[in-house]
């Protein structure tokens, strides 16, 4: 289902009646600024004080969306909102649970001394109606309390299965108008949901929300699932399967639940992934021994060999611009990152710092590479594009597979449990290293692969 944007009423009529809308563009819109501060120092963000209450509705009528009615639908909201913002490790906002619920004539004109007396800086609020064809529309405004001011508004009219699609959106506003940063709750996140002991693990290809809602396996568990990716306009994932020993690169519609098989291979193959503009697709191959990185269409065709050095070239991740590739080698005698061009040109090695460096992938910004780091433990850490300022992010026992969030700010990996248990879990940390979170899913979790905003 589609999300169709809708702007916000202009007037309230009655003060119980919401005005015509007008269509405005699907992204969260912002005005102006947002509070400059750095990805080292967050203290600005976490001192603001955030109301989050109930959204109002003009009548409380039933929906078809599982939360419920349209007044339960505007505490949900909130909900969503409020989690998407705290659990981002940045704010301290307070939920519908402990606030009153404005009514609906204030949606628009707050009671700015009852947000003043409750300590808020800061004010979320909105409303929630029910449409004739079954769709919920969903206002989202943001106030500074102190300053009486509105600093952004946006609305949507959704089926009633992608309302929480219009809550993250609405996170989504807010976050980038007071952070001034791009925004990345309304994604979705690819991932292998694992079951079954150590040495005989289950492995299907599943996806969810970038919160973990709305769950759902898309292989059956029968061939093991590995790696997957989602593809830039969130139609298809590819992954690597493989069955009774038999490797397979697939691409999975997520439009028809049907797969078409893009390689067969005698060897075994590893890691594809995606070109920025989904053309391309990058895996590696290993045959007598050596491996390396190759290039082909992402509709089928001839294969381009991109390295041939001895021992084993793997992984690859593409600059946000398509211009080059940062993979891992062991050319050098351990494992390393090394950065080339994407026509296989100008291959050199960027890890400079002990240890080993292990499955590197590029910053949607561009600016920075999240990698394994190997030096007894296995740490997430981030560096330059040339391999300077290098950061750990994590101090685990076994940390790895770094994706990251559409806006670059915070970095997904697995965790596996020390011992003979083998379970596995999906955390996520952002870039000052000090916000980290065990992100809940029903079963054991690796290899995450973080989308692109949705589109």
């Known amino acids: 289902m589609k999300l169709v944007a809708t702007v916000l009423m202009t007037a309230l ?3 119980t009646a919401l ?11 912002t005005e102006g600024p947002g509070i400059d501060v750095t990805v080292s120092d967050d203290s600005d963000w976490q001192d603001l004080g955030i109301a989050i209450p109930a959204f109002a509705t003009n009548a409380d009528v039933a929906t078809q969306t599982s939360a419920g009615s349209t007044g339960q ?16 490790g940045l704010f301290k906002p307070t ?16 009671n700015y001394p009852t947000w003043t007396g409750r300590k808020a800086d800061m004010l979320v609020q909105g409303y929630v109606r029910a449409e004739p064809d079954g769709q919920v529309t969903v206002g ?3 106030y500074d309390v102190a300053l009486g001011q509105q600093l952004g508004k946006a609305g949507w009219t959704v089926a009633p299965a992608e309302w929480r699609r219009a809550a993250h959106k609405c996170a989504d506003m807010v976050y980038s108008r007071l952070s001034g940063e791009s925004p990345f709750f309304d994604s979705k996140i690819a991932y292998i949901a694992e079951t079954g002991p150590k040495d005989h693990r289950i492995k299907r290809l599943a996806i969810m929300d970038s919160d973990g809602a709305n769950h759902r396996y898309l292989t059956t568990g029968q061939s093991t699932a590995m790696t997957p990716r989602y593809s830039p306009d969130y139609k298809s994932i590819l992954y690597l399967s493989y069955y009774n020993g038999a490797p397979r690169i697939y691409i999975y519609n997520l439009e028809t639940n049907t797969q078409r098989l893009l390689l067969q291979s005698n060897y075994p193959l590893f890691a594809p992934r995606w070109s920025p503009d989904g053309k391309w697709i990058l895996y590696s191959m290993a045959i007598g021994g050596n491996t390396d990185i190759y290039k082909m269409p992402a509709a089928g065709g001839t294969a ?10 793997i992984g690859g991740s593409f600059s946000p611009d398509g211009s080059r590739i940062v993979f891992e080698s062991d050319r050098s005698g351990s494992q390393q990152v090394y950065v080339m061009n994407a026509d296989g040109s100008d291959q050199h090695r960027i890890s400079f710092f002990g240890g080993r460096a292990a499955t590197p992938e590029w910053s949607p910004r561009g600016d920075q590479i999240a990698f ?47 011992g003979t248990s083998g379970k596995t879990a999906i955390w996520q940390v952002d870039l000052t290293g000090r916000n980290e979170r065990k992100l809940d899913t029903p079963v054991d979790g690796s290899d995450p692969a973080w989308g692109p905003l949705r589109p």
């Open 13 to 15: 009529l009655a003060g």
């Open 19 to 29: 005005a015509q809308d007008a269509a405005v563009p699907a992204a969260p819109a």
């Open 73 to 88: 639908l505007g505490f949900a909201l909130a909900n969503v909102i409020t989690a998407d913002l705290k659990n981002n």
């Open 95 to 110: 939920g519908p649970g402990s606030l009153p619920r404005p009514a609906l004539s204030e949606i628009q004109a707050p």
């Open 140 to 142: 989202c405004y943001l």
């Open 304 to 313: 381009v060999k991109l390295t041939d050095s001895p021992g084993i070239d």
């Open 372 to 418: 394994t780091h190997i030096a007894g433990n296995f740490r997430i850490a981030v560096m330059n594009p040339s391999g300077g300022e290098m950061r750990y992010l994590t101090d685990s026992w076994q940390d790895e597979a770094p994706t990251w969030a559409p806006n670059g700010r915070v970095i997904q990996f697995f965790r596996t449990t020390r």
